[in-house]
């Protein structure tokens, strides 16, 4: 490191110089083979649960599918189509029972399937976030990982972060200088 220690006079390191020191140790690990955690992670679901990484990509698909507007439309057309018949079948037990059961399954299937997607997209946005807090040499390393406290530990923290913005206002409203309106000048009659 070509800085010098802050206190001789000097300015400190730089924050690209701090960014390499905190990372260094986190890229010592995970980064040896010189591929990218992703890469790794990639290869290693590859070479072990094609079960999980099939249900994964057959869940995100559907997700996508079943949010589709003409997927919409579609369970209208059916709804419209299954009452016109009605008449058809005297609006019978049966005619009742089929869009029953057929809704039913429907709902119970796409409502895994899509909480499946959104874990995923969850735990990928946490991850995401993480990476930021991590690279960001400011920023406290404590923040990771937090959506894994409970709702009391997270309550506790939230009124913390209200406590600090609160202060930072009040801060804020001394330190500004109160700026007087000039009087309006009343229009002449």
């Given at each position: ?142 923040m990771i990982d937090i959506e894994k406290l409970s709702d009391e530990e997270l309550d506790e923290l939230e009124k913390r972060y ?28």
């Open positions: 490191m070509s800085s010098k220690a802050p206190g001789n006079g000097s300015p400190g390191p730089s924050r690209r110089e701090r960014a390499a020191e905190a990372g260094a140790s986190h890229q010592a690990g995970p980064r040896q083979s010189g591929k990218s955690p992703l890469d790794q992670a990639r290869e290693q679901i590859a070479k072990t649960n094609n079960m999980s990484l099939w249900f994964s990509r057959f869940a995100s698909r559907t997700a996508q599918l079943v949010g589709h507007p003409y997927m919409f439309l579609f369970a209208v057309v059916v709804l419209v189509a299954w009452a016109i018949s009605g008449p058809f079948f005297h609006f019978s037990d049966t005619w009742q029972l089929i869009i029953n059961t057929g809704t039913t399954i429907v709902t119970f299937l796409v409502v895994f399937l899509i909480q499946n997607t959104q874990n995923r997209d969850a735990k990928a946005l946490h991850l995401k976030l993480d990476e930021l807090i991590r690279s960001h040499v400011p920023a406290r390393n404590d209200a406590a600090i913005c609160e202060e930072n206002r009040t801060r804020k409203a001394r330190t500004q200088p109160v700026i007087q309106q000039p009087p309006k000048n009343k229009p002449a009659a």
